[in-house]
């Protein structure tokens, strides 16, 4: 083996081994030894580090839901805040095979999947970066090479474009890279120049950005010239590889400035270079796809995918294959690198993704339940060599993927009933009623574009109008809840005093809320739900009890029994739906959930006639309860961990409990320290990790009171009380003399928790503050959304101490530089003030960056200092001994400018100054001061003022000293009105 290194080192050692030229007939190679070649040609022959790719869910950067470039990972390293002793700031030259997701955000290609045969949710991006070394020469005699020699493309398919230039950026074009092109023998008629729309990158509205050259591939060739279809959208002539030279900054005011360092990035997309090599038309015909259209195929049993599209594709047959091979594919990636389909974010968008291939499969390639997962294993055959943590993960995802499709697929066939009901319905030429459409949206997860595509198939529209309305209602809603909850406290969600003795003098019984405690853990660890049928036993509207609600009306609706949490303990109540049983079609959204005297008031608006003595079964959204039960078991161990480190006089005061976030009060005489914040941490951390069991039990009131550590029942609590205790048994708990709720979190609860700590994951502090003297809050995430938090403030603490070696290694001389440095350490203040992170970090950075802020505004007065004594000796020497100095002088400041002002009249008593500075932006700064002994003839503020008007500016100050500004373009005249003045009052 030892032998075999020497080899390596020609170029013909490392090429694939298959016959090197696209065209028809030739060995095609696989995807897997392209993407091998590529990563070994510059690892091996040009020296790049082979780096893994990152996780498609981002790290630290709040600004994307998807990795979606391979450059993602490396944004620190060009944003210049990657940490100079960090492995990241070391790398010189890097390659590597990065998954990428485009859909939702700013690149969004999730429409488009199935309707071409080239957009992609998922997909690979090959890329090799330099920073700071190679250029554009190295970078393009490279792309070359690998593409011509060792993938055997012919030359003369390929065209290659670059920056022609900006004459309203003062951008000349970019000749350099031009050069490069022709000087490896790319014909001129193959060298094309393009706009900055097309041929100059950005990162976005600030940073680095640059030129760039890309490579296109005529599929057609045959000796042909076909120049004019570069960047004209033709699918014969494709992109295949973009160069992008990092030399420019955008800065805030839009201009350019060049970058200390000059950095490569580029990017191919390994499926367009798998169909050129592999002569193919379509991605989709690639050894990337085929292996899971066979598998699709083979799971519905139905025609075979032809690559069909547009009016050609008879029913959608071959759409659906795209769409289904393409997000499977993304699921299987997502769900690997821990994006579930979820709520919110990323994981809302996975879940349209999901959905969008669920029903593809259902209804139009009519394949059997099961279909999406049983293609997991074809991914992990095209994709898990490159990327292992596939493997390791596929049943995971497999279940993960059948838990979702089952849920909506019961949501899909219940939608599909109540939109062919409704079309039955309406009136011919009729748009599809609005409030269906937002049922249908906002209470079965229906995506929107399902919805459209639906209705498409039918040739009916949707009334936008009307649900546009909708949607702008339900955002008010929501901006304004607090208010508009109190505004129905009094009408549908709280029962009258008289509605109350009604019902009692009526017999009606109280609601059983039991089954919202029934749910268990499943066989791979989700939790389920039981279900819940009840009883109408009265509807309450317009404060009086009713019999029947019509349709279209807001009620509250009375059950004899309900698994719904209504809201109470600091829990917020659960939403969801009901339906009457037998009319499976009618969802009756349930909006809020409050308990009243004994009684559970469901918020519900009527899609049709609501009567007492309705039987119906009640879906509550468990995604939403669950994000709560994590949050309040989360409540629960806060409040033990806030004892443990704070001591036992730390009482709680208060709490509130949503899917989103937990807060709790509490009593404490001083601040807390970040170290005791961090200390509260990890007691959490610790209880999750030891996954602890959690129990609960309804006891007698009078045997809970003798539970020690138990905080005082002054709530008024029902009898029995419910006991909620962490890691130990509540029979434990309750055994004379015992310690163990001393030594754990035991309390009195009616909410809903985990059965286990683990799920919980993980627990950040994101705020703690003082609400009064003695009375702390403090906000906590659970989940990812606390690993999110941590990522963010890792890489804002990086931010920060790239900001302070810069500022504390390096000898500034210039003003301006540490002013530079002063700004970015303010626009870090803000960030790190608003940002949701650890609180304690947040804490330390924010003390780092007070004291770099004080460090800076020190320096700055030391040099403008400096700096204006400089000036002002030399100004003396000029003037000598001369009653009033008038002169112009360079500044890069009002400050700097008034104090050489300042240090000529310490240094010359009697003597009057004025100095005027021109900027590079055309205005002209104005100081001035007068000497005591012209008082009170002579005033600085008429001075400034006569001065400034002639340069049509403003002034202003005190009979001592004045400062203003103008335009340069009456300077010379100013100067003149200075001295006629002077001498006016002298």
């Keep these: 083996?030892?032998?075999?290194?020497?080899?390596?080192?020609?170029?013909?050692?490392?090429?694939?081994?298959?016959?090197?030229?696209?065209?028809?007939?030739?060995?095609?190679?696989?995807?897997?030894?392209?993407?091998?070649?590529?990563?070994?040609?510059?690892?091996?022959?040009?020296?790049?580090?082979?780096?893994?790719?990152?996780?498609?869910?981002?790290?630290?950067?709040?600004?994307?839901?998807?990795?979606?470039?391979?450059?993602?990972?490396?944004?620190?390293?060009?944003?210049?805040?990657?940490?100079?002793?960090?492995?990241?700031?070391?790398?010189?030259?890097?390659?590597?095979?990065?998954?990428?997701?485009?859909?939702?955000?700013?690149?969004?290609?999730?429409?488009?999947?199935?309707?071409?045969?080239?957009?992609?949710?998922?997909?690979?991006?090959?890329?090799?970066?330099?920073?700071?070394?190679?250029?554009?020469?190295?970078?393009?005699?490279?792309?070359?090479?690998?593409?011509?020699?060792?993938?055997?493309?012919?030359?003369?398919?390929?065209?290659?474009?670059?920056?022609?230039?900006?004459?309203?950026?003062?951008?000349?074009?970019?000749?350099?890279?031009?050069?490069?092109?022709?000087?490896?023998?790319?014909?001129?008629?193959?060298?094309?120049?393009?706009?900055?729309?097309?041929?100059?990158?950005?990162?976005?509205?600030?940073?680095?950005?640059?030129?760039?050259?890309?490579?296109?591939?005529?599929?057609?060739?045959?000796?042909?010239?076909?120049?004019?279809?570069?960047?004209?959208?033709?699918?014969?002539?494709?992109?295949?590889?973009?160069?992008?030279?990092?030399?420019?900054?955008?800065?805030?005011?839009?201009?350019?400035?060049?970058?200390?360092?000059?950095?490569?990035?580029?990017?191919?997309?390994?499926?367009?270079?798998?169909?050129?090599?592999?002569?193919?038309?379509?991605?989709?015909?690639?050894?990337?796809?085929?292996?899971?259209?066979?598998?699709?195929?083979?799971?519905?049993?139905?025609?075979?995918?032809?690559?069909?599209?547009?009016?050609?594709?008879?029913?959608?047959?071959?759409?659906?294959?795209?769409?289904?091979?393409?997000?499977?594919?993304?699921?299987?990636?997502?769900?690997?690198?821990?994006?579930?389909?979820?709520?919110?974010?990323?994981?809302?968008v996975l879940r349209r993704i999901l959905r969008r291939a669920v029903r593809f499969c259902a209804e139009v390639l009519h394949a059997p339940r099961g279909l999406l997962a049983s293609l997991v294993p074809a991914v992990v055959e095209v994709l898990g060599d490159a990327y292992p943590e596939l493997k390791k993960n596929a049943d995971q995802v497999m279940d993960i993927i059948n838990e979702n499709e089952v849920a909506f697929l019961s949501s899909l066939e219940r939608g599909r009933r109540i939109i062919e009901r409704t079309v039955q319905q309406m009136k011919p030429s009729a748009d599809f009623p609005a409030e269906v459409a937002w049922s249908l949206y906002g209470n079965l997860g229906f995506p929107l574009d399902l919805i459209d595509l639906m209705l498409e198939e039918k040739g009916i529209r949707l009334d936008s109008a009307a649900f546009n309305e909708l949607v702008l209602e339900d955002a008010k809603r929501k901006a304004h809840g607090p208010q508009e909850g109190r505004q129905l406290e009094g009408t549908v969600v709280h029962l009258d005093?008289?509605?109350?003795?009604?019902?009692?003098?009526?017999?009606?019984?109280?609601?059983?809320?039991?089954p919202k405690y029934s749910y268990k853990l499943g066989q791979h660890g989700q939790y389920e739900f039981s279900p819940c049928q009840a009883t109408i036993l009265m509807l309450y509207r317009d404060q009086s009890l009713q019999k029947e609600v019509g349709a279209g009306q807001h009620c509250g609706v009375i059950l004899d029994r309900t698994n719904f949490y209504a809201e109470q303990g600091g829990q917020a109540s659960d939403r969801g739906y009901l339906i009457r049983l037998g009319q499976q079609d009618i969802l009756f959204p349930v909006e809020s959930v409050r308990l009243c005297g004994g009684y559970v008031i469901h918020e519900v608006t009527a899609v049709e006639t609501l009567r007492a003595g309705d039987q119906v079964q009640l879906f509550v959204d468990e995604v939403q309860r669950l994000a709560c039960m994590t949050n309040h078991t989360a409540t629960h161990l806060l409040n033990f961990a806030l004892r443990h480190v704070l001591g036992d006089s730390t009482e709680q005061r208060g709490s509130h409990v949503t899917a989103e976030q937990l807060r709790f009060d509490f009593n404490i005489k001083g601040p807390v320290t970040v170290e005791q914040l961090q200390q509260v941490e990890q007691v959490v951390q610790d209880v999750i990790k030891r996954n602890e069991a959690v129990y609960m039990a309804e006891v007698p009131l009078a045997l809970a009171r003798r539970v020690q550590g138990l905080r005082a029942l002054d709530e008024g609590y029902p009898d029995p009380v419910r006991i909620v205790s962490l890691g130990v048994p509540v029979e434990t708990v309750l055994t004379s003399n015992s310690q163990a709720a001393m030594q754990t979190s035991v309390e009195l609860c009616c909410g809903t928790h985990l059965l286990q700590t683990g799920a919980m994951e993980d627990l950040a502090i994101v705020s703690e503050r003082q609400l009064v003297k003695g009375i702390s809050r403090v906000i906590a995430v659970t989940g990812r959304q606390a690993k999110q938090a941590r990522e963010v403030g890792q890489c804002l603490a990086m931010e920060v101490d790239s900001v302070s070696i810069r500022m504390k290694q390096k000898r500034i001389t210039s003003v301006l530089e540490m002013q530079n440095l002063s700004k970015e350490v303010g626009q870090l203040t803000k960030v790190v003030a608003s940002t949701a992170m650890p609180q304690w970090q947040r804490r330390e950075l924010q003390s780092i960056l007070k004291s770099l802020q004080r460090t800076a505004n020190t320096t700055i007065k030391k040099l403008e200092v400096q700096q204006a004594e400089e000036k002002a000796q030399r100004l003396l020497a000029k003037h000598c001994n001369q009653p009033v100095i008038i002169d112009t002088v360079p500044a890069d400041s009002l400050s700097i400018l008034m104090k050489v002002v300042n240090q000529l009249c310490d240094k010359s008593p009697g003597t009057s100054v004025l100095l005027l500075s021109p900027q590079d932006s055309g205005e002209v700064l104005c100081a001035c001061q007068v000497s005591k002994n012209c008082l009170p003839m002579f005033s600085a503020a008429d001075w400034a003022v006569a001065v400034c008007t002639q340069m049509e500016g403003k002034a202003g100050g005190s009979p001592v000293v004045a400062k203003g500004s103008g335009n340069a373009k009456g300077m010379q005249g100013a100067l003149t009105t200075a001295l006629e003045f002077a001498r006016s009052k002298l």
């Design 497 to 514: 005093v008289h509605s109350m003795a009604q019902l009692q003098r009526d017999n009606i019984p109280a609601t059983d809320d039991s």
């Design 1 to 348: 083996m030892a032998a075999a290194g020497p080899l390596r080192l020609p170029l013909l050692a490392v090429r694939p081994p298959w016959p090197r030229c696209p065209r028809r007939g030739a060995a095609r190679p696989p995807a897997g030894q392209v993407r091998a070649a590529f990563l070994r040609f510059f690892e091996e022959k040009h020296g790049h580090r082979c780096l893994p790719s990152a996780p498609v869910r981002p790290r630290g950067d709040p600004t994307l839901l998807f990795v979606n470039s391979g450059m993602n990972q490396f944004k620190p390293v060009f944003l210049g805040t990657a940490h100079p002793r960090s492995e990241l700031a070391q790398q010189r030259r890097v390659v590597n095979s990065q998954k990428c997701v485009r859909a939702g955000g700013k690149h969004n290609d999730l429409e488009d999947v199935g309707r071409d045969t080239y957009h992609h949710t998922f997909f690979e991006m090959l890329g090799n970066w330099s920073f700071g070394d190679y250029f554009k020469e190295e970078a393009c005699s490279m792309a070359w090479e690998l593409l011509t020699e060792v993938y055997k493309i012919p030359k003369d398919r390929l065209y290659v474009t670059y920056f022609g230039g900006d004459s309203s950026l003062g951008l000349n074009a970019d000749e350099e890279c031009r050069d490069v092109w022709l000087s490896l023998g790319v014909p001129a008629n193959h060298v094309l120049p393009f706009p900055m729309k097309d041929n100059f990158w950005e990162m976005g509205d600030t940073g680095p950005c640059g030129p760039c050259t890309e490579i296109h591939y005529d599929h057609v060739g045959g000796g042909r010239n076909a120049s004019a279809l570069v960047n004209q959208g033709s699918p014969d002539v494709v992109e295949i590889w973009n160069l992008v030279f990092m030399q420019y900054s955008r800065e805030v005011d839009g201009n350019l400035l060049p970058l200390p360092q000059h950095h490569v990035d580029t990017g191919m997309g390994l499926e367009r270079l798998v169909t050129v090599l592999q002569n193919k038309r379509s991605n989709y015909d690639t050894d990337l796809f085929t292996p899971i259209l066979d598998a699709i195929h083979k799971g519905c049993g139905g025609p075979r995918y032809q690559g069909l599209v547009g009016n050609a594709d008879v029913g959608h047959v071959d759409m659906a294959y795209r769409v289904v091979a393409d997000h499977v594919r993304t699921l299987c990636v997502c769900i690997t690198d821990g994006i579930y389909p979820g709520l919110s974010g990323a994981e809302l």
